[in-house]
């Protein structure tokens, strides 16, 4: 079985940081796009960042400038640094991890962690 485990979360003013961690673990083969997602209450899960194996990394508009997801090298480990933080980057974040192949198996399946709060006030 794989898991995702989310570190990091936490509360802080506007303009602050957060970096935020998500390990995959389990007898993983290989995994083709770690991504973060967010849940603000009242409002469906979106999209926030993402990075594939290959170290190609994309961003919604909105984080664009401010946040940097990054990978360690022969791990299965993701990193979101999240710089400038606004009010409006409140959230549950989830990490999310796309078509991972397991060691002895050729199914390609997605798994999501059970989530970090961010919290950002004014």
Known sequence: QVRLMESGGGSVEAGGSLRLSCEASGRILRWNTLAWYRQAPGNERELVASITSGGISSYTESVKGR???SREAGKNVVHL???NLKPEDTGVYFCRGEKIVMLGRSQLNDYWGRGT???VSS
Do not use: G, I
């Open 67 to 69: 946040f940097t997801m």
């Open 81 to 83: 640094q999240m710089s």
């Open 117 to 119: 709060q961010v919290t």
